[in-house]
C-alpha cells in the first residue's frame, strides 16, 4: 500500500483551504476591528488616547478648564483663561492687573480695554467729552467737540450753514443751529399752541391791503411796510392779522382787537376768534360766532347779519361791502352793491373772499364761485383746483393743490404776471400787488411798488 503519498495529498489539500500570509481580512472584519481601537469615536485609538471613554478627551483637543486632561499632555486645566481687574466696576478691565484662573477671581472681568481702571466715566463704551479726558479710551482727547452755530441777530436760534466745532462756545453763537433767518430776530422757528411742536419757521401770518403790507413774525409782533402813514403797530403779540385801506387791525392774545393806521376805524369790543379789516371799518367774529363791525356807515357796511359764522372777508379798498361764511357753509354778504357782489349764490363753501366790486367762494372741491364785476376778468379764474384763495381790488390770487400761486384779472403793474415760481402756504391780495408767504417761512411781493408795499423789509 501507499499510505504515505495519501497522508502527502491530504496535507496538501488542506493547506490550500488556509488564506496566505499577506492575505487582509475582509471588510467586516476590519470596521468591527477600528470600532473596538477608537472606544469613544474621537478619532484617536488607544493607546495613543489617554481616555477612550471621553470623546472630548485626545491628542490635540483644546484644553478646557473642566479638571479634565483633554489634550491627553499629562497635564490638567493648565491654560486657564485670564481675568482682568475692574476696580471701578464699569465692565472693563484694567490690561496691566491680569491673572489666569478658571473661575473669575472676585473684582475681575473678561475684558481687557480700559485705560483708567479708576474711574468708572472712562471706558471704550463711554461717550467722548469735552473734559480733557480721552473718555473712550481711543488715544484722543476731546475728538467730538459739539458744533455751535453763529447766532447773528441774537435771537437765540443760530445760522445751520454756519457752524463750527469746538468746546466751548466761541462768541455770538448757539447750540441751537434751527434759524431760518439770521439777519432778522424776530424770524427764527415758534411754536404757537406751546405743544413743544414747532409749528413753523419766520413769518407766520401777512396781509395786503390798499397799498399796505403787514405781516406778523415769529413772536407775533406786527410789522408793516409801505404807505404806513408813519404809523407803528402795537408791541404785543398777535394772534389774526387784517390789512384794510391805510390801517390795519389784529387780534390779541387776550382776544382783543387793536387797529392802527391812517383813519383806523375804532375796534368792536369782545373777544374775537377771526377779522377783516376794509376801507374805513372793521369786523370780527366773537368766541360765539356772532359779528361785531366798527367804522363807516355810509353803505351798510357795519350792519352785519346775525347768526354763527366761521369766516369774515371785507373789500380792503374804497370798496365797502363784506362776506361772511356761516357754520353750516352757506355764504351772507352786506354792504354796497353796485355790481352785485352781495348777492351771494346758494351753496356750500370752505372759504370766501371779498375783492372790489366782486367776491367768491371757496368750495371743498377746490372749485371757486363768483358773484360781482367781472370787466377785467377778475371773476374769471384759470383752471385750478384751489385750497386757498384772496381777491385783490380787480385782480385775485389763490394757492392751488401744487402749492402753487395762480392769479388773474387786472394786470395793469405785473400782479397777475409776475408771479414767482415756488411752494406757497399763503397768499394777499392788496389793490394792485400780492404778497405770498412761501414754505420756508419767507414772504414775496409783486405788483406796485408805489409806496414800497412790495420791498419787504
Not at 492687573?97 to 466715566?121: E, F, H, L, M
Amino acid at each position: 500500500m501507499h499510505l504515505p503519498r495519501l497522508s502527502l495529498v491530504l496535507a496538501l489539500g488542506l493547506l490550500a483551504l488556509l488564506p496566505a500570509c499577506g492575505d487582509k481580512p475582509d471588510a467586516d472584519d476590519t470596521s468591527t476591528q477600528e470600532q473596538a481601537d477608537d472606544l469613544d469615536g474621537d478619532g484617536v485609538s488607544a493607546p495613543d488616547d489617554c481616555d477612550d471613554a471621553d470623546p472630548g478627551a485626545y491628542p490635540g483637543a483644546t484644553e478646557a478648564c473642566d479638571t479634565v486632561d483633554n489634550d491627553c499632555d499629562g497635564e490638567i486645566d493648565e491654560d486657564p483663561p485670564t481675568w482682568y481687574a475692574d476696580l471701578d466696576a464699569d465692565g472693563f478691565g484694567d490690561p496691566d492687573a491680569g491673572q489666569a484662573a478658571c473661575d473669575a477671581p472676585t473684582g475681575t472681568v473678561a475684558d481687557a480695554t480700559d485705560c483708567a481702571d479708576t474711574d468708572a466715566a472712562v471706558n471704550p463704551g463711554a461717550a467722548e467729552v469735552c473734559d480733557g479726558a480721552d473718555n473712550d479710551c481711543d488715544g484722543a482727547t476731546d475728538e467730538d467737540p459739539p458744533s455751535w452755530y453763529a447766532d447773528a441777530d441774537a435771537d437765540g436760534y443760530g445760522d445751520p450753514d454756519a457752524a463750527q466745532a469746538a468746546c466751548d462756545a466761541p462768541a455770538d453763537t448757539v447750540a441751537d443751529g434751527t434759524d431760518c433767518d439770521d439777519t432778522r430776530g424776530g424770524l427764527h422757528p415758534y411754536d404757537i399752541d406751546d405743544d413743544g411742536i414747532v409749528d413753523g419757521c419766520g413769518w407766520r401770518e401777512l396781509s395786503a391791503g390798499g397799498y399796505l403790507s403787514c405781516a406778523l413774525d415769529s413772536d407775533g409782533l406786527a410789522v408793516c411796510w409801505g404807505r404806513t402813514w408813519s404809523y407803528v403797530p402795537p408791541t404785543v403779540g398777535l394772534t389774526a392779522l387784517s390789512v384794510g385801506d391805510g390801517h390795519a387791525c389784529g387780534i390779541d392774545e387776550s382776544g382783543a382787537m387793536v387797529c392802527w393806521g391812517n383813519a383806523a376805524p375804532t375796534p368792536p369790543t369782545g373777544a374775537f376768534v377771526a377779522l377783516s379789516d376794509g376801507g374805513g371799518y372793521a369786523c370780527g367774529i366773537d368766541t360765539s360766532g356772532a359779528i361785531h363791525c366798527a367804522g363807516g356807515t355810509e353803505n351798510g357796511q357795519i350792519d352785519a347779519p346775525t347768526g354763527a359764522f366761521t369766516a369774515i372777508s371785507s373789500a380792503k379798498t374804497w370798496y365797502s361791502h363784506s362776506c361772511a361764511l356761516e357754520a353750516g357753509g352757506s355764504v351772507q354778504c352786506w354792504g354796497w352793491d353796485n355790481a352785485g357782489q352781495t348777492a351771494a349764490p346758494t351753496g356750500s363753501f370752505v372759504a370766501v373772499s371779498v375783492g372790489g366790486a366782486y367776491s367768491c367762494g371757496l368750495d371743498a372741491s377746490g372749485a371757486l364761485t363768483f358773484w360781482g364785476d367781472d370787466y377785467y376778468g377778475q371773476s374769471s379764474p384759470p383752471d385750478a383746483t384751489f385750497v386757498s384763495v384772496d381777491l385783490g381790488m380787480q385782480h385775485g390770487c389763490g394757492i392751488d393743490d401744487t402749492s402753487a400761486v395762480r392769479c388773474w384779472g387786472y394786470d395793469g403793474v405785473g400782479q397777475v404776471s409776475s408771479v414767482p415760481s415756488g411752494s406757497f402756504v399763503a397768499v394777499s391780495s392788496g389793490a394792485e400787488h400780492v404778497c405770498a408767504l412761501d414754505t420756508a417761512g419767507a414772504i414775496q411781493c409783486w405788483g406796485s411798488d408805489l409806496f414800497g408795499q412790495s420791498t419787504v423789509p
